[in-house]
């Protein structure tokens, strides 16, 4: 598989886990909706709220433990380094964790982690990125399972 294929098949995911996402907003904050097109500050939208949500994918936690928090892209700051999001969702493909930009930096302080450079499945040049263990994102987020029984009792303050 090419990167051409490769980047329009992770751009398809990613819109369904936008979609799994959304539902989970929705059912707390109904006017909540996907942002269409290419959005720098957030994904989604919560305009009675006034902030945005930032998801990311991370399927390869799973195997690596490790959620990748991308801080530039092809030598410009990118995601954690430019969000306006207030809240970020990680999908590992068996949780959602919901936390803040501000408790990512916190954990990546505490923790002294470094950046890492490496250029992705997909991409054609490198990021620069943290490695950070999913468990201590868990500890300052909120974990659920993205199984569909769960929207309709879903409660969680996004104010954070």
Not at 60 to 89: C, D, H, Y
């Amino acid at each position: 598989m090419d990167e051409k294929d490769t980047f329009h098949r992770d751009l398809k995911k990613g819109k369904e886990i936008e979609q799994l996402v959304l539902k989970f907003v929705k059912s707390v904050y109904d006017d909540a909706y996907i942002v269409d097109g290419y959005c720098k500050e957030w994904d989604i939208y919560i305009p009675s709220r006034k902030f945005g949500i930032e998801v990311k994918s991370d399927l390869m936690s799973r195997k690596t433990g490790n959620i990748v928090v991308e801080t530039s892209f092809n030598g410009k700051p990118s995601a954690l380094e430019t969000t306006k999001a207030r809240l970020w969702v990680f999908y590992t493909g068996d949780k959602l964790i919901f936390t803040t930009p501000e408790n990512i930096r916190k954990v990546i302080d505490k923790k002294k982690l470094r950046e890492v450079s490496f250029t992705g499945r997909g991409d054609s040049v490198s990021k620069t990125a943290f490695l950070v263990k999913q468990f201590f994102l868990e500890e300052v987020g909120f974990v659920c399972a993205p199984d569909l029984y769960l929207y309709k009792s879903f409660n969680f303050d996004f104010s954070l």
